[in-house]
């Protein structure tokens, strides 16, 4: 997972989105999100284990990322959008306005990343 850390944006990168298609964009919202997502059950898992210290370090890690996607992937560029949204993937700096099924960015909230009333998330879904 390590290797994947763009250590620039502080986002995961990949070259396919969920539907294993080719992506120019590397950091694809959803899959970072599932690393982010994985990053916290992982430290409340090492916190009931006794490992308080790789625990919060997980969880610091997992808040650098959400951060890092809250700054990287949402943008005010979407063609017809009220304002900004999540997009799809970026490479930092051009997004992609999409939404692949398997990665569905409507699945944000049930993640726990945002809540289905956050206005991004909104503008998103409509």
Not at 21 to 35: A, D, E, G, S
Not at 46 to 69: C, Q, Y
Not at 91 to 112: H, R, W
Request: proline letters at 6%.
């Amino acid at each position: 997972m390590v290797e994947h850390l763009d250590p620039a944006t502080g986002l995961y990168w990949t070259l396919q989105d969920a539907q294993d298609q080719y992506r120019k964009q590397q950091f694809n919202t959803y899959n970072n999100v599932l690393v982010w997502r994985m990053m916290l059950d992982l430290s409340a898992m090492l916190e009931r284990f006794k490992d308080p210290v790789k625990a919060r370090e997980l969880k610091e890690r997992a808040e650098s990322l959400h951060a890092a996607i809250m700054k990287y992937s949402i943008s005010a560029d979407a063609p017809g959008a009220s304002g900004p949204i999540f997009v799809s993937a970026t490479d930092g700096k051009t997004p992609i306005f999409a939404d692949v099924p398997p990665g569905s960015l409507v699945k944000l909230p049930a993640l726990g990343f945002v809540t289905e009333t956050d206005s991004v998330f909104v503008r998103t879904y409509e």
